[in-house]
Structure formats: C-alpha cells, structure tokens
C-alpha cells in the first residue's frame, strides 16, 4: 500500500520506539522505501505532517505515518 498509519499507546512510548529504530538503522531503512511522517503534540505541525503525509499517498511516493491512539490524528483520520 501507499500508506500506512501505526499507533502507539502515547507519545512518550512513540518517541522511545523510534529513537530505538533511529540508533538501530530500522528507521533508515524504512525511508528508503516510504516517507516517514510523525505526530507531534503541536496541533499546526501535525496538521501540516498529515498533509504531507496524504500528498506522499496519493503521488505514489508512499508514506509511514507514526501517530498515538486516542490522538489528534486517531480521532480525525480518514482511512479512505
């Protein structure tokens, strides 16, 4: 698929998991297939990440978007 979407439980644990993936190299080699976008707590930069995250999608560059159940993203996606 284009794009994929992956919640985690908070952001303090997103934040661990992609450290972790970024000092592993999993991070990297996730980006050289797909563009990597990560919810934040700054509702002007999720809102501009989602949309970039979208335009990735639907040029057929793909996207990975990192976001928090029960978050801004999870509560206003559109999974069509």
């Not at 190299?25 to 509702?43: N, R």
């Not at 501009?48 to 159940?69: E, I």
């Amino acid at each position: 698929p284009d794009g994929l979407v992956a919640f985690f439980v908070s952001y303090s644990y997103m934040e661990q998991i992609v450290s972790k993936w970024h000092e592993t190299g999993v991070l990297q080699q996730v980006m050289q297939h797909k563009l990597v976008f990560i919810e934040t707590q700054d509702v002007v930069e999720t809102s501009l990440a989602l949309d970039n995250y979208r335009r990735a999608c639907n040029c057929g560059r793909g996207a990975v978007f990192l976001s928090v159940a029960r978050g801004k993203v999870a509560e206003g996606i559109d999974f069509d």
